[in-house]
């Protein structure tokens, strides 16, 4: 049950982080508030990574041709993930917006379905309707208009389906490096993913928006603290991903829509009104349902 535990760690330090970044992105817009998990995660992530080799006295990995598909998969698609994510934290509450994000594993059985021609038993069917009507229900906001309601639904199961994809992605890379110590194989990983996002991101604002990297900067206090957060909180993750599969790990990982109410009523002090409360109960049950069928 090791992964359990990581999994749990990962969820906590996730969800502080998001709460971190969600309150960036007033100053530094998205793809800013974006960058900075990865741009103040991969020092921290070079730190682990040291700390692995010198406490086991390994050498580093040698990833095979294999390894890139899977981790340049993984790193794109968690940008775009966060991206998005953040554009819905924006319209939304904090703790609905994450009960969006938690459709993953629904994301995960549909394109089994359409791409794969996996069949969906009776009990997932009955997951994916039940975690459909708790996002409808949630969609429903009361005094918003029909567009910017409609829109950030939308864009929210985006962003679920896009961490469903970066999740597979990253599991696929750990277990192509076929290495005999899954922490090695996990923060290897973890580390390449990270520069890579980052090298990307930097590039991309440099010739787009070089202000925002100014902004960055300058706000590298709370930045620093989310970089960290988020690399640890990717650390666990992966850790979970290389000794569980990963329908395992994100079923455990639904306490977090528990640790985002906490904090949306405590820190953000949104109120969830009992209609959002009865989608979001829904939402978890459904996901619960369908990893639970697999």
Known sequence: MLWAVFTLIAAAAQTARNAMQ?????????????????????PFALVFLAGVLLTTGSVLPHPGLAFWPWVLAGAF????????????????SFVVSYAFIKTEPVSVALFGLIFLGDKITPLSGAAIIIATIGVIVISLKQGASEVSTTRSTIIGLFSGA?????????????????????????????????????????????LREPGVLQ????????????????????????????????????????????????ISKFIFKQPTTAREGVGIVLVVIGVALLVWAH
């Open 22 to 42: 969600r309150e960036l992105t007033a100053t530094l817009g998205t793809v800013g508030a974006t960058h900075v998990r990865f741009l103040f995660g991969f």
């Open 77 to 92: 698609t968690q940008i775009a993930a966060t991206a998005t994510m953040l554009s819905v934290m924006g319209q939304r």
């Open 162 to 206: 896009l961490f469903a994809m970066s999740a597979i992605g990253f599991r696929g890379a750990i277990l192509a490096l076929q290495h005999p110590d899954f922490v090695l194989a996990a923060t290897f990983t973890l580390t390449v993913g990270l520069v890579l996002q980052s090298i990307l991101l930097s590039a991309y604002l440099a």
């Open 215 to 262: 902004e960055i900067a300058r706000a590298w206090r709370p930045s620093l603290f989310a970089g960290f957060m988020g690399a640890l909180a990717s650390q666990f993750w992966f850790l979970a991903f290389a000794i569980a599969t990963a329908a395992s790990v994100r079923t455990l990982a639904l306490v977090e829509v528990l640790f985002a109410q906490a």
